[in-house]
């Protein structure tokens, strides 16, 4: 998976715009094969971008949990764990 593709969804406090651009932008940059496109691709490569950022966010606002919201920072500190464990 991407490094900036990240499960987004069910998260307090919920994610941001720059959250969901980021991983939209890298969703982009997978599905076409180009980190930083021409000038001749400029104009669909960032349209497409604030497509799947709106579809995105359509998403995260029209999923629904019975789940309590998880924390970032407990979240972040077990994928600290996993890392610390994965390259020891």
Do not use: W
Request: glycine share 2%; charged share 35%.
């Amino acid at each position: 998976m991407c490094r900036n593709i990240r499960t987004l969804f069910n998260f307090d406090p919920p994610a941001t715009e720059e959250e969901v651009r980021a991983s939209a932008l890298q969703f982009v940059r997978k599905l076409s094969g180009f980190a930083h496109p021409s000038k001749a691709n400029e104009v669909a490569f960032n349209r497409a971008v604030e497509e799947v950022s709106d579809v995105a966010r359509r998403l995260l606002t029209a999923l629904e949990t019975a789940s309590p919201p998880r924390n970032r920072e407990v979240e972040a500190e077990k994928a600290r764990e996993r890392a610390r464990e994965r390259f020891a």
